[in-house]
């Protein structure tokens, strides 16, 4: 579990950023970035506050503001929990747009109280819900009702899981964030979890399961190679593998939004799943949830280990 330090440890300081909090809730970006400078005048080596007013000035529409934040929080946060070289680089300053573990851990540990609420009710999350169409129409096909070994990728609190579990005899879930893990736990529909990036974890499960899923998941990951790689290589022979994507029209393979989560272009994964032994059975182009008032854009793909 990664905890990060929200306050300043100065009175005055905390005090504005609780005022500039106040102000950015009612929409008034501007003003709450104009605190936040004052607070971080008080504790210039306050992270969390750099991540504060660089989130203020982007709302507010002040990039070039946004950036020189994120520049100064990059050198401040030596662990990156704050995803500043993700948010230089979705806004070409520079950074790295390669997935930040660290970043996501810490992203979702702070999300798992309210992440549910957050993401079904507010959201309009429904990529459980379809993968799980897909998955019950292919043991249709199979003729099957149950896969022995179900492991669901980045299983957060157990929104997958608990549509898997009627269709498993033994269902794993792995994820990197603790306190996601937490929430799951106390759910009692898996058979095991365990905290772990989700590639190490697929090399040490070679030719073991029958279903990996990945709900909502390789939108933090980028590259997905090395994902689908190790994906197939846990998979026995005929075993699926079923997942969903943010998606994007242009060219390149893989994005990196603003929202800080990659979107990939549909026929790049597909290019990718047949390089390393993986048939694609089905794609479905979708709405996958909405974000600040808009539809995401993505895919649902089933695949098979060949």
Known sequence: MREIQYSSGDLVADRRASYAAALAAERAFAEAADLMVQAL????????????????REAAGDIAGAVAAWTQLLQLDAKGLFGAALKLAAHGAGGSSVAAPAYVE?????????????????????????????IRNALTARGAARFERALDLGCGTGLMGARLRPLADRLEGVDLSANM??????????????????????LGEPGSADLIVAADVFNYVGVLHGALMA?????????????????????????????LRFQHAT??????????????VMVEATTIRMDRGLPVEGAIVLAERL
């Open 41 to 56: 005048e008080m504790v210039p080596q306050w992270v969390a506050g750099w991540n504060l007013l660089g989130g203020y």
């Open 231 to 259: 994906a197939s290589g846990a998979l026995r022979p005929g075993g699926i593998v079923a997942f969903s994507l943010e998606t994007h029209a242009g060219e390149d393979a893989v994005r990196l939004g603003t929202t």
């Open 106 to 134: 810490a992203l979702f540990d702070d999300y798992a109280p309210r992440f549910e609420d957050s993401l079904v009710a507010r959201l309009g999350y429904r990529t459980p819900e379809m993968l799980e169409v897909v």
């Open 181 to 202: 893990l937490a929430e799951a736990r106390r759910k009692g529909i898996y058979d095991h979890l365990e905290k772990a990036d989700l590639v190490s974890y697929l």
């Open 267 to 280: 026929e790049p994964t597909l290019a990718i799943c047949r390089s390393v032994g993986l048939r694609t």
